[in-house]
């Protein structure tokens, strides 16, 4: 079982920039694949980026490409999101989760079993 939570949301002006982080408890999360989702109001939830367990493999969504980065301390069980630039589209609801896949991180929503509860980020123009 892992626990996810959330924080580092909040209210940023366009052009500016967010660190989210991801607690995770439980003593697997150095093994498993790490990912950030994002919800928007009336939309899907969709894939950010993802992480393998050591850092050595990560995706990013064509969207943010460029934008943000992807990181883990593993020592701290803590998973990171680092936004920059930031535009009003990239308004959301962002979610952590975990995916029993250690070796290529997974891009879709199935893939993930443990889900935070997400925090809110709100890009102004």
């Known amino acids: 079982q892992v626990q996810l939570i959330e924080s580092g949301g909040g209210l940023v002006q366009a052009g500016g920039s967010l660190r989210l982080s991801c607690a995770a408890s439980?003593?697997?999360?150095?093994?498993?694949?790490m990912g950030w989702f994002r919800q928007a109001p009336g939309k899907d939830r969709e894939f950010v980026t993802a992480?393998?367990?050591?850092?050595?493999?990560?995706y990013y969504a064509d969207s943010v490409k460029g934008r943000v980065t992807i990181s883990r301390d593993n020592a701290k069980n803590t998973l990171y999101l680092q936004m920059s630039s930031l535009k009003p589209e990239d308004t959301a609801v962002y979610y952590c989760?975990?995916?029993?896949?250690?070796?290529?991180?997974?891009?879709?929503?199935?893939?993930?079993?443990?889900w935070g509860q997400g925090t809110q980020v709100t890009v102004s123009s």
């Open positions: 989760a975990a995916s029993g896949h250690p070796y290529e991180p997974p891009r879709t929503l199935l893939d993930y079993n443990y």
């Open positions: 439980g003593r697997t999360f150095s093994s498993v694949s």
């Open positions: 992480i393998n367990w050591s850092g050595s493999s990560t």
